[in-house]
């Protein structure tokens, strides 16, 4: 129950951020542009930092890469002036669209295990059928998402 609740509040905050279209990253980053185009120098934004010009530049060239800091994003921001947002977002859209498609590939492989078994006995089934046992057994993973899960 305390996992479903939680899911919940993470769908509706995923529901909002995923109606925000996908931009491209920019090359330098954002904090140059940023300050650039609001005609802020780097001596100005480290000074609101208070960092030093030389560390803010070795920021700013990190950024692009992918080297900084969470918190020093969110520093940033705070100087100027700005609201500092990360997500992680499904690539399948939603938490629960991506707890089936987990549960579908185990359901899958579970399946075809025992059925690679009854092949040996000489128990073959239908593949309508091993569909209908895979759907079945998708469903149920669902509803325990046992810890196995994601193994």
Request: net charge positive; aromatic share 4%; no cysteine.
């Given at each position: 129950?305390?996992?479903q609740?939680l899911?919940?509040?993470?769908e509706?905050?995923i529901?909002?951020?995923?109606?925000?279209p996908?931009?491209?990253?920019?090359?330098?980053?954002?904090v140059?542009?940023?300050?650039?185009?609001i005609?802020?120098?780097?001596?100005?934004?480290?000074?609101r930092?208070?960092?030093?010009?030389?560390?803010?530049?070795a920021?700013e060239?990190?950024?692009?890469?992918?080297?900084?800091?969470?918190?020093?994003?969110?520093?940033?921001a705070?100087?100027l002036?700005?609201?500092f947002?990360?997500a992680?977002?499904?690539?399948?859209?939603?938490?629960d669209?991506?707890?089936?498609?987990?549960?579908?590939?185990?359901?899958?492989e579970?399946?075809?295990?025992a059925?690679?078994?009854?092949?040996l006995?000489?128990?073959?089934?239908r593949?309508?059928?091993?569909?209908?046992?895979?759907?079945?057994?998708?469903?149920?993973?669902?509803?325990?998402?046992?810890?196995?899960?994601?193994?």
């Amino acid at each position: 129950m305390k996992r479903q609740i939680l899911k919940d509040s993470l769908e509706v905050r995923i529901r909002n951020f995923s109606e925000v279209p996908e931009l491209p990253p920019l090359r330098s980053g954002w904090v140059r542009p940023l300050r650039t185009a609001i005609g802020m120098s780097l001596r100005q934004l480290a000074s609101r930092m208070g960092v030093s010009i030389q560390n803010l530049q070795a920021l700013e060239s990190r950024e692009p890469e992918g080297n900084v800091t969470i918190a020093g994003l969110r520093r940033i921001a705070e100087s100027l002036d700005m609201d500092f947002t990360y997500a992680f977002l499904p690539r399948e859209g939603s938490l629960d669209a991506m707890i089936r498609k987990q549960a579908e590939s185990k359901a899958r492989e579970l399946v075809e295990r025992a059925h690679q078994t009854m092949l040996l006995e000489g128990q073959a089934v239908r593949e309508e059928l091993k569909e209908t046992m895979i759907r079945k057994r998708t469903e149920e993973l669902i509803q325990r998402i046992p810890r196995n899960l994601w193994d």
